[in-house]
C-alpha cells in the first residue's frame, strides 16, 4: 500500500457511478472518492420518467436511490461537467475550469438522448432522460392536448401510454414498421400496437418527420408522405448517444461507448473502469462480444465488478480475470400490462412465441444461431422464472 | 439478523428482488411478491443486492 491514499474520481451521478463508489468501499478502497454530476441531484432511478413518475408529477426526492452508509464519505460534485481530459496526466478539466486529479478513474459518464436535426421551431420540442426532461414535458401532458412522439421504441411507447392516460391526443411517428420491432420482433409489436391502438394511441409507422410547423412554439408536425399532426408537444424518443466526448484525444476505443474487458477495465496505462449505460463490456452468457446493454440491472452488474477491479488495480494487483456474466433485465409499464425482458432479445434473428398469444397474456422465445438470447413476458411475470433459468444455463 | 421490510404501496411485483435471494423473496401465483421478513445474518449481502435491484427501491434491509 502506498502511504498516501490514493483517489478516485467517478464521472457521471447516476447509478453506475453509486453502486461502483459502494463496490470500492466494499474491495476496502480507503481513499477519496469525488462524483461529478451534471444533474444537480444524487443518484435517482430514472425508469418511473416515463410511467408513473411522468403521470403522477415528478418528485426527485422520492426517486433517489438509497445509498449505502459507507459511502456517506463520498464528496458530490454538481452542475458542472467534466469537458475534456488528460488521461495519461491524470487530470480532468471541468466546464467551470476546474481541473480534478485522480489515481483511478470510473468512467459511468451514461448516454443522452438522441436529437434528429428537424428544422422549425424549437420550443415544445422535449426528450426524456432527466427529471428536469419529466418535469417540463408534464406541463404540457393534458386533456385536449396533442402529443406527437418521435420514435416507437420503449420510452416513446411508455410516454405515449402516460400521455393517453392523462387525456392527452397522441400520435406516434416512427420509420419502423411495428413498435418495439427491434428489441421485440414483428409479432410482439404488432399485438402491443393493438393495446396502444385500443386505448386510442394514432402509429403513422413508416414514416419520418420533416418538418415542425408553428411561430415561436410548435402547433403542428409535417410527416414525409404530407400529413400534418397537431402538436401541443413533441416528444424525441429515438435513441442515444453516449457521452465520451469529454474522452476524446487520450486513444480510446470510442467506437461505440467505452470499450472495456470483462472486470470493465479499460486498456489504458492508468486504472480506469467504465460502467453502465456507456460501457461496451464483454458477457460470457452470449459469447463475449463486447456490447453496450442499456437495461435496467447493467449499472449496478457492471459498477459491481469494477469496484472491485479498481480497488485491486490501486493496490498495484491485477484484477480478477474471471468471466463477467450477468443476466440484463428490463422491464416497461404500458397501460396495465407489464412487459418483462431477461437476456438480449434485441441480438435474436427469430422469435417465437411459447405460451398464451401476442394479443393477451403472452412469452416468447427469442434465438440467434447460438441457441436461446432472449425471454419477454407480457402479464406473466411470475411464469418467467424458469425460463429466466433456462437462459443462463444456455 | 437481518430484517427485511417492502413498502407495498411502492413494490410493483416486478420480482427482480426474487433473482437474487430466491429463498427470501418469491412472487406467488397471483404475481404477488411474498418475501420472509427476518433473516439470518449470513445472508446479508445477497438481500442488500435485491434492494440494490428493486426498480421501485422498496426494499429496506436493517
Known sequence: MNSVAASVVVVGAGLGGLRTAESLRAAGFEGAITVVGDEPSMPYSRPPLSKEALSAGVQVAELEFRRKPSVADVNWQFGSPVISSDLA????????????????????????????????PEAGRYVLRTSHDAIGLRNYLAPGRSAVIMGAGFIGCEVAATARGLGCEVHV???????????????????????????????????????????????????????????????EAVGSVCNV???????????????????????FEVPIVAVGDVARHPNSLFGN??????????????????????AALL???????GPFSAMPAFWSDQYHHKIQSFGMPGIATSSQLVEGSADEACIFEYSDDTGLVGIVGVDRTAELAPYRKQLLER | MVTI???????????????????????????????????DGSRRADVESAADVCPMQAITVE
Open chain 1, 173 to 235: 411517428v416512427a420509420i419502423d414498421e411495428q413498435p418495439m420491432i427491434r428489441p421485440l420482433g414483428a409479432e410482439l409489436g404488432r399485438g402491443l400496437r393493438e393495446r396502444h391502438e385500443h386505448h386510442g394511441v394514432d402509429f403513422h409507422l413508416g414514416r419520418t418527420v420533416q418538418e415542425f410547423l408553428g411561430g415561436d412554439h410548435i402547433t403542428s408536425v409535417l410527416l414525409d408522405d404530407g400529413t400534418e399532426l397537431p402538436a401541443s408537444v413533441v416528444v
Open chain 1, 89 to 120: 496526466a491524470r487530470t480532468l478539466t471541468l466546464a467551470d475550469g476546474t481541473q480534478l486529479a485522480f489515481d483511478g478513474l470510473v468512467i459511468a459518464s451514461g448516454i443522452r438522448p438522441r436529437r434528429l436535426p428537424i428544422p422549425g
Open chain 1, 245 to 267: 466526448e469529454w474522452l476524446e484525444g487520450n486513444g480510446l476505443d470510442l467506437t461505440d461507448g467505452v470499450l472495456v474487458d470483462q472486470g470493465m477495465v479499460v486498456d
Open chain 2, 5 to 39: 421490510t417492502v413498502d407495498m404501496d411502492k413494490c410493483q411485483h416486478y420480482g427482480q428482488c426474487c433473482f437474487e435471494a430466491d429463498d427470501v423473496f418469491a412472487l406467488n401465483d397471483d404475481g404477488q411478491l411474498e418475501y420472509v421478513k427476518e433473516v
Open chain 1, 315 to 321: 493496490r498495484g494487483e491485477q484484477p480478477d480475470q
Open chain 1, 289 to 310: 462480444i463486447p456490447r453496450r446493454i442499456e437495461h435496467w440491472n447493467m449499472p449496478t452488474e457492471t459498477g459491481r465488478r469494477a469496484g472491485v477491479s479498481l
